[in-house]
């Protein structure tokens, strides 16, 4: 019998589990989701007003290489992908609101986590192999006339600056969201666990 109520102790004893208030899971992920929304949306308009200098550089300036014409049209298109996929992922954190359909909502989350998580890995690479390859394209003939000193400063700082975007911010950039994400996707997840 000691036994007994000694486990019944140590049992009952035991931390409850915290319940979660509704209205902070759901303020705190409102806020969170506004956020990314937010750095989306200005991500949107910075490769917008890069697609239209790109247009002007193509359609006003005259170039003798048909190369130079290739790199920027390679350019373009590049950011005509990203551009598509950016407003993607904004429709989808944009679409509904939390507080009507909690389930359809966690599952358009999981969906952005997906395709994020698809964006960091294939999508990347190809999308810097493509810009790398317009810009050696465009460089030719801008700097056809330039010494070697010069073409060695500007592909170097061309490629330095892929290789840190590649190998430091990226991975850090993609990891913040990623921890903010599951950690949004978690507690609606536990939420909904709550209520059943």
């Not at 014409?69 to 373009?76: A, F, K, S």
């Not at 009507?100 to 964006?119: C, D, F, H, T, V």
């Amino acid at each position: 019998m000691k036994d007994f109520d000694h486990l019944m102790s140590v049992w009952q004893g035991q931390p409850k589990r915290d319940q979660l208030s509704v209205d902070e899971v759901l303020k705190s992920v409102k806020k969170d989701i506004r956020g990314i929304a937010g750095r989306l949306y200005w991500g949107i308009v910075a490769i917008a007003a890069l697609i239209a200098c790109c247009f002007m550089v193509m359609f006003f300036l005259v170039f003798n290489s048909w190369t130079t014409y290739v790199g920027l049209l390679i350019i373009l298109v590049t950011m005509l992908m990203y551009i598509s996929l950016i407003v993607r992922n904004y429709r989808i954190l944009n679409k509904q609101d939390v507080t009507i359909n909690p389930a359809e909502y966690l599952n358009g989350l999981k969906a952005y986590q997906k395709s994020r998580s698809k964006l960091v890995g294939w999508f990347y690479y190809i999308f810097i192999l493509l810009i790398s390859a317009g810009l050696g394209l465009y460089f030719a003939e801008i700097l056809e006339k330039s010494t070697l000193t010069t073409k060695i400063i500007i592909y170097g700082t061309i490629g330095i600056w892929f290789i840190f975007i590649t190998l430091y911010l990226r991975p850090r950039i993609f990891k913040y969201e990623d921890e903010k994400l599951s950690l949004m996707i978690e507690r609606l997840e536990r939420l909904g666990h709550q209520f059943e």
